[in-house]
């Protein structure tokens, strides 16, 4: 049995699997709700879901399930993830308590059960991950959490002692290339205007090399490198823009073509 100290201890007894948990990755849910609401759901055998852990707005920690079982949180991840659910709506930032919180408890995994202090941008490595992250594998979210609370993973693994770094996935390398579109263009869909390229009429090989850069820093959800803009290269442009406080409007122009080299992962 593996259960944190020093956290409400409230054990439910269905919607869970015994055993079967190797943890190497911890999860980030928000409830879309409240902690009372959703302890109760937990509870219900028709609900067939459950998590971990549990935060308040205020900072209160709940633990439902031992961390040698598997919650039933994240679809195919269940078997090596740990799920926190934190209090609040989806499309709510953490509170200013919850981040403390949740880098308690990664900083606790860590000791416990080897999770990394860092963060992974890949549903195959370790460390601090956000739900929609694994995608179909991972139970099929979409919007959970919203990028304001992704943005925030990297000051939760900081709390938590780490560096806020991005799993051993590429860090920036200092000097990005030229951008290759006119000044004011960008990437963009295919039914965009003039001005947003999407690589089906041209500049495809540049496309692509966004792309690989991209997945290089560990941004698995674009699949392959295909060089063509899609609702998968829109969903990762959105996020890595909030990520690092760039305009979110998943066109990819020279700023967010310039981080994809310049930043650091974080």
Same mark, same amino acid.
């Given at each position: 049995?593996?259960?944190?100290?020093?956290?409400q201890?409230r054990?439910?007894?269905t919607? !869970?699997?015994?055993?079967?948990?190797?943890?190497?990755i911890?999860?980030?849910?928000?409830?879309?709700?409240?902690?009372?609401?959703?302890?109760s759901?937990?509870?219900?055998?028709r609900?067939?879901?459950?998590?971990?852990?549990?935060?308040?707005?205020?900072?209160? /920690?709940?633990?439902?399930?031992?961390?040698?079982?598997?919650?039933?949180?994240?679809?195919?991840?269940?078997? !090596?993830?740990?799920? /926190?659910?934190?209090?609040?709506?989806?499309?709510?930032?953490?509170?200013?308590a919850?981040?403390?919180?949740?880098?308690?408890?990664?900083?606790?995994?860590?000791g416990?059960?080897?999770?990394?202090?860092?963060?992974?941008?890949? /549903?195959?490595?370790?460390?601090l991950? !956000?739900?929609?992250?694994?995608?179909?594998?991972?139970g099929?979210?979409?919007?959970?959490?919203?990028?304001?609370?992704?943005?925030?993973?990297?000051? /939760?693994v900081?709390r938590?002692?780490?560096?806020?770094?991005?799993g051993?996935?590429?860090?920036?390398?200092?000097?990005?290339p030229?951008?290759?579109?006119?000044?004011?263009?960008?990437?963009?869909?295919?039914?965009g205007?003039a001005?947003?390229?999407?690589? !089906?009429y041209?500049h495809?090989?540049?496309?692509?090399?966004?792309?690989?850069?991209?997945?290089?820093?560990?941004?698995?959800?674009?699949g392959?490198?295909d060089?063509?803009y899609?609702?998968?290269?829109?969903?990762?442009?959105?996020?890595?823009?909030?990520e690092k406080?760039?305009?979110?409007?998943?066109?990819?122009?020279?700023?967010?073509?310039?981080a994809?080299?310049?930043?650091?992962?974080?």
């Amino acid at each position: 049995m593996a259960r944190m100290p020093g956290v409400q201890w409230r054990p439910i007894s269905t919607n !869970y699997r015994s055993g079967g948990c190797l943890p190497r990755i911890v999860t980030i849910h928000k409830m879309q709700g409240s902690m009372s609401g959703t302890d109760s759901w937990f509870r219900n055998p028709r609900a067939r879901v459950s998590s971990h852990f549990g935060v308040s707005k205020g900072g209160t /920690i709940r633990q439902w399930v031992n961390t040698s079982d598997s919650a039933w949180a994240q679809g195919n991840g269940n078997g !090596y993830c740990l799920s /926190i659910e934190n209090e609040g709506n989806v499309n709510e930032p953490l509170t200013s308590a919850q981040p403390d919180a949740c880098a308690r408890i990664l900083k606790w995994a860590n000791g416990v059960h080897g999770v990394p202090l860092q963060r992974t941008t890949s /549903i195959g490595g370790r460390g601090l991950a !956000y739900h929609s992250l694994g995608g179909s594998t991972w139970g099929g979210p979409t919007g959970c959490p919203a990028a304001r609370v992704i943005s925030q993973l990297g000051e /939760i693994v900081r709390r938590a002692g780490g560096s806020g770094g991005g799993g051993g996935s590429n860090q920036g390398t200092g000097k990005a290339p030229a951008f290759p579109l006119p000044s004011g263009y960008a990437f963009g869909p295919r039914s965009g205007p003039a001005w947003q390229v999407s690589g !089906y009429y041209g500049h495809r090989e540049d496309l692509r090399r966004w792309q690989r850069q991209m997945l290089a820093r560990g941004w698995a959800g674009l699949g392959t490198a295909d060089g063509l803009y899609g609702p998968k290269t829109e969903k990762v442009a959105r996020q890595f823009q909030a990520e690092k406080s760039l305009g979110v409007d998943g066109l990819i122009g020279s700023h967010s073509w310039k981080a994809a080299w310049e930043t650091p992962v974080t």
